[in-house]
């Protein structure tokens, strides 16, 4: 494709609106952070290389075609891992075991802690919960781009994020409730 | 969910969030993988625009012979 500084330029836009959104839906469905780049990066280049086609479409349009290739490399990740249940055991063994890397060394103790215990009962929630949570938090989204992006209902996206909110708050989050 | 709780809970999500969102830095070197970079502009770009314009206002400006001759 001929590069010139406009397609720069829109594709910078288009990048700099979405990836937030599209990563976060990355980080709900796969959890490890570096798979979740590689598939935010190869879901952008593909849009590169559909540039004059997307590029001209309206912002919620561009988030449809987006999240259509990030669900499809989403399943073909799953086929590549062998098995998606091994994928979700393997989160579960993850945040059983592991120390979370959420939390930076400036933070203090206390929240490094708390951030921990949400982050690994943030990846014990059923698949469709996590991804909705994450593109709702990290993401932005809205219940009704996110009823979009996943091609449901913003009502059903609405009652899984509630429903999502009250497994984390039977969790020990130390919340001011349980204090 | 009483609404401190609810609050309490907005705040950690709102903290795990932002922890987990993609770094600026990191967004930029993926941009910067799938973007080849555009090629400079010439290095005479500058100096040949300047030619140019200063030509062009020579011929703008410079009398006309016929108006030069009526002058004297």
Known sequence: MPLSRDDAAVFTRIFDQHRHAVHAYFLGRVADPELARDLLQETFLRAWRRLSEIGPLPDARQRAWLFTVARNLTIDSYRASAARQAAEAALRHHAATQETTVAGPHLQAELRERLARLDAAIRRLPEDQRVILSMATAGGLTSRQIGEALGEPAGTVRYRLSQARKQLVGERLDLEEEA | ?72
């Open chain 2, 1 to 72: 969910m009483t609404g401190p709780a609810r609050h309490d809970l907005d705040e950690l999500l709102a903290a795990w969030a932002h922890a987990r969102r993609l770094p600026d830095a990191d967004a930029e070197r993926i941009r910067q993988a799938i973007v080849p970079a555009v090629p400079a502009l010439s290095v005479t770009w500058w100096s040949e625009f300047n030619q140019k314009l200063s030509t062009a206002i020579t011929r703008a400006t410079a009398t006309p012979a016929p108006a030069l001759a009526a002058l004297q």
